[in-house]
């Protein structure tokens, strides 16, 4: 699975998608989404807390269980809708539909980078059959523990990707916009 480095640099995609912002300026006027972004990213995470012993433990029994559901997904989305409401007293159903399309972008990925069997139920509640796709990327973090050498390198590579890819995509939405600026001038 990837890192929460990985899983929070998928949020600030997903912002980068939802507004085509063309450049890193641009970004920090939506810093608050950015952060609510990359929180919601890796919020499946929490089930790696383990209540036996009372801290984030990689073999957590509870780990890849509901919280890696698409109904997780979307109860999340709901969540952010009424606390939405409650603070700003507005239906922002299009905030929902993205925060659940950011929790789902964890599961996703998790699904394409994991490879603990027996998979992951993500059909709870309808159905705990486990999925596991047949492709997947061989990717998982030193087991010895969190700060070891090997993951120091799997963090430094996901940072490197993900700033690449925050770059290629501002570089998109900015080229798209300069494109359609040039057809209305015609
Ligand atoms: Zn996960």
Redesign the pocket.
């Known amino acids: 699975?990837p890192s929460p480095i990985g899983h929070g640099f998928t949020g600030v995609l997903l912002l980068i998608i939802r507004y085509r912002v063309e450049q890193w300026r641009q970004l920090l006027c939506h810093w608050r989404q950015i952060c609510l972004f990359v929180f919601l990213a890796i919020f499946?995470?929490v089930d790696l807390f383990n209540p036996q012993l009372g801290r984030f433990d990689l073999d957590s029994p509870f780990h890849?269980q509901w919280t890696?559901s698409f109904s997780f997904a979307l109860l999340i989305g709901l969540v952010v809708v009424l606390v939405r409401r409650i603070a700003s007293n507005q239906w922002d159903w299009r905030l929902g539909g993205w925060s659940t399309l950011v929790v789902s972008s964890?599961t996703v990925l998790?699904l394409f980078f994991s490879n603990k069997l027996p998979g992951m139920p993500v059909f709870l509640p309808f159905s705990s059959y486990p999925v596991m796709l047949p492709v997947h990327f061989y990717y998982f973090w030193d087991e010895e523990g969190i700060f070891t050498y090997a993951n120091f390198f799997k963090f430094l590579a996901e940072i490197v990707f993900g700033f690449a890819l925050i770059a290629l995509l501002l570089q998109y939405y900015s080229r798209r916009r300069t494109k359609s600026r040039v057809g209305t001038m015609r």
């Open positions: 699975m499946p995470d890849h890696h964890h998790d």
